[in-house]
């Protein structure tokens, strides 16, 4: 009797560590090759047809009086549907979006506001080492800024056009959008922007036709590369551009001092800015791919 119990537990625990095994096996499901990238792609969502995974890693961002230099990468990344016709625009074939998975849709990258708080920039002629010192006093403790940029709405108000984007006509990428200054006097909640009130940046890859005083400028496609079989489609050095988007004035800077601070910083940063007098510069790989591929290598590696 004892010996049959034996035998019934020894399938037991076999039976378990088999079935743990399974668990394990589908638990370390991953993406190979290039198609890592969409690890937070929401594929598996009814409506998501495509997933996309775009890192800029350089430009620029004219705010008001203020140019920022993008010196750390920010990323989007998530999916979004078939195109549609939107009715309020009916010129645009846009389709929706559909945020990342680890809720990081847009990454937030603080960006060094060049001369701080105070705004001191040395003269263009000034020896690299004068350059370093005045960046080394007033961008750094209680006069350091930085901006960050972050979405001002919800992931599905975001909107692109795959075939704008592709073509280089017409806007590519519409995103809401808010800037938080950050600096010790600021307080945790100085934004440029809010949800009530976005910046909205009608991005292209094409020519802007901005009102005066900005003059029109040229983006790029970039690179057309092609990975895994042609299954990814990527755009190495895209440049996406708009200079038509106006800003709002800064608000809830200083914290219980923002009556006095806001006003400082909208005089020191020249806000609220009108259309016209702000550009944005993004320079970008941008990688795109089929729903259906990212979970066809998914399920090819488990």
């Given at each position: 009797?004892?010996?049959?119990?034996?035998?019934?537990?020894?399938?037991?625990?076999?039976f378990?560590?088999?079935?743990?095994?399974?668990?394990?096996?589908?638990?370390?499901?991953?993406?190979?090759?290039?198609?890592?990238?969409?690890?937070?792609?929401?594929?598996?969502?009814?409506?998501?047809?495509?997933?996309?995974?775009?890192?800029?890693?350089?430009?620029?961002?004219?705010?008001g009086?203020?140019?920022?230099?993008i010196?750390?990468?920010?990323?989007?990344?998530?999916?979004?549907?078939?195109?549609?016709?939107?009715e309020?625009?009916?010129?645009?074939?846009?389709?929706?979006?559909?945020?990342?998975?680890n809720?990081?849709?847009l990454?937030?990258?603080?960006q060094?506001?060049?001369?701080?708080?105070?705004?001191?920039?040395?003269?263009?002629?000034?020896?690299?080492?004068?350059n370093?010192?005045?960046?080394?006093?007033?961008?750094?403790?209680?006069t350091?800024?930085?901006s960050?940029?972050?979405?001002?709405?919800?992931?599905?108000?975001?909107?692109?056009?795959?075939?704008?984007?592709?073509?280089?006509?017409g806007?590519?990428?519409v995103?809401?959008?808010?800037?938080?200054l950050?600096?010790?006097?600021?307080?945790?909640?100085?934004?440029?922007?809010?949800s009530?009130?976005?910046?909205?940046?009608?991005l292209?890859?094409?020519?802007?036709?901005?009102?005066?005083?900005?003059?029109s400028?040229?983006?790029?496609?970039?690179?057309?590369?092609?990975?895994?079989?042609?299954?990814?489609?990527e755009?190495?050095?895209?440049v996406?551009?708009?200079?038509?988007?106006?800003?709002?004035e800064?608000?809830?800077?200083?914290?219980?001092?923002?009556?006095?601070?806001?006003?400082?910083?909208?005089?020191?940063?020249?806000l609220?800015?009108?259309?016209?007098?702000?550009?944005?510069?993004?320079?970008?790989?941008?990688s795109?791919?089929?729903?259906?591929?990212?979970?066809?290598?998914?399920?090819?590696?488990?």
């Amino acid at each position: 009797m004892r010996g049959k119990w034996a035998r019934v537990a020894s399938l037991a625990l076999a039976f378990v560590t088999m079935a743990m095994l399974s668990i394990v096996s589908v638990a370390s499901a991953e993406l190979t090759g290039a198609f890592t990238r969409f690890g937070f792609c929401p594929r598996k969502a009814p409506e998501v047809s495509r997933c996309v995974y775009s890192v800029t890693d350089g430009g620029e961002v004219v705010l008001g009086s203020k140019t920022v230099p993008i010196v750390k990468p920010v990323t989007l990344q998530g999916g979004y549907t078939r195109p549609n016709f939107e009715e309020e625009s009916p010129e645009f074939l846009f389709s929706k979006f559909v945020g990342a998975t680890n809720g990081v849709t847009l990454s937030k990258a603080p960006q060094p506001v060049p001369g701080g708080l105070l705004g001191l920039l040395p003269p263009e002629s000034s020896p690299p080492l004068i350059n370093a010192l005045v960046k080394a006093a007033v961008e750094n403790g209680l006069t350091g800024v930085s901006s960050t940029l972050e979405l001002a709405r919800p992931a599905n108000e975001i909107r692109l056009s795959e075939n704008h984007l592709a073509e280089g006509e017409g806007v590519a990428l519409v995103l809401p959008l808010k800037a938080r200054l950050e600096n010790p006097l600021l307080g945790s909640s100085c934004y440029v922007g809010s949800s009530a009130n976005p910046i909205y940046w009608e991005l292209t890859t094409g020519k802007t036709n901005p009102p005066l005083p900005n003059e029109s400028i040229n983006g790029s496609t970039g690179v057309i590369n092609f990975l895994e079989g042609a299954a990814i489609i990527e755009a190495e050095d895209a440049v996406l551009i708009d200079n038509a988007w106006a800003a709002p004035e800064a608000d809830g800077c200083g914290g219980l001092l923002s009556a006095v601070m806001d006003p400082i910083i909208n005089l020191a940063s020249g806000l609220p800015a009108k259309a016209g007098t702000n550009t944005a510069i993004l320079k970008n790989d941008i990688s795109e791919t089929t729903a259906d591929s990212v979970n066809e290598n998914d399920e090819a590696n488990p």
